[in-house]
């Protein structure tokens, strides 16, 4: 059993709990790496969180960005965060955290998100960067390695996909019927739950109410879930992927119903890899349910420069 231990009565300290797990407020392991949160702002109408490790790297060390996935923010990543001791950058999507929400659905199109990355970049006098994308991140940083690989080291791409493919496409159908009908936001939620994480997580039974209560402190609103939807739709990038060589690694749980080992081998494949790093036992969000073995996974990927 992988999940956290928790047990609270109460829904709302429940949340505040899990946030402090996923955020590592106070760390159960020695070996985290405490980091200095050192600038937040917005360009581009991307909204971003700066860090690095307290033991200061070299001024010209290469940062990583850290893409979120569907209806996703970098908080979920502040505990990986102090996992990976390199300098980082984290970017929230488009309708999600605290970038803007545009009413118009082809400005979240990953290719048009991919070009406003590339402004971000320039505007932070990032020249190279690496890429770590999750799920519907990981279709963002495919789609800025290439539109934009000079901008690109390596990428690491976790728990995603180089096409939708039949069966994706269902679920996100039935994703956005359920949304155009007006299902609320925490049954759209019960929904992505059992799709997200693996039955052995969700298996404690304070562990549901907690991502429920954490999920309803955020809002999202409705043009950014249609437009994240529509994204998702249209993306395949199949053909242009086999001709690129930065990718490192492909990263999911074993576990993961989303994007199953066959499509992480589908897509190691077109990579030029040998085979996909599977986490044992791990659901879709790999990131909560795994962060220790997803950093290494991750470390050994894209390694700091030396």
């Not at 609270?8 to 899990?18: C, D, E, I, P, V």
């Not at 860090?51 to 070299?58: H, K, W, Y």
């Not at 080291?153 to 039935?174: C, F, H, N, Y």
């Not at 119903?257 to 790999?286: D, E, R, S, Y």
Request: net charge negative.
């Amino acid at each position: 059993m992988h999940a956290p231990e928790f047990s609270l009565s109460s829904s709302r300290g429940s949340a505040h709990l899990l946030i402090s797990y996923i955020q590592a407020d106070k760390p159960d392991k020695p070996d985290i790496v405490t980091t200095a949160n050192l600038r937040t702002g917005q360009h581009a109408g991307l909204f971003y969180r700066l860090m690095q490790p307290i033991q200061e790297p070299a001024a010209s060390e290469t940062p990583l960005v850290l893409l979120p996935g569907l209806l996703s923010d970098g908080r979920q990543f502040l505990r990986l965060a102090r996992l990976l001791r390199r300098r980082l950058c984290i970017v929230d999507p488009l309708g999600a955290g605290q970038s803007e929400v545009p009413t118009h659905e082809a400005d979240y199109q990953l290719s048009a998100q991919s070009d406003r990355l590339a402004e971000l970049l320039s505007a932070l006098d990032f020249p190279t960067v690496d890429l770590a994308g999750f799920s519907m991140g990981g279709m963002w940083a495919q789609q800025l390695l290439i539109r934009h690989p000079q901008r690109v080291r390596r990428v690491s791409l976790v728990a995603t996909t180089a096409a939708i493919d039949p069966r994706l496409r269902s679920i996100v159908l039935g994703l956005s019927a359920q949304h155009q009908a007006g299902v609320s936001g925490l049954n759209l939620f019960r929904t992505l739950l059992i799709l997200f994480f693996s039955a052995d997580f969700l298996e404690p039974p304070s562990i549901i109410p907690m991502l429920e209560a954490l999920w309803g402190e955020q809002q999202h609103a409705p043009p950014a879930i249609a437009g994240q939807l529509a994204a998702l739709l249209s993306h395949d990038l199949r053909e242009q992927l086999s001709h690129t060589t930065q990718v490192t690694s492909v990263i999911a749980g074993s576990e993961d119903f989303l994007m199953p080992n066959k499509t992480q081998l589908k897509l190691a494949t077109l990579c030029g890899l040998a085979a996909p790093v599977l986490i044992q036992g791990a659901g879709h969000a790999l990131w909560i349910e795994r962060p220790d073995e997803l950093a290494s996974a991750l470390i050994h990927a894209l390694p700091p420069d030396t």
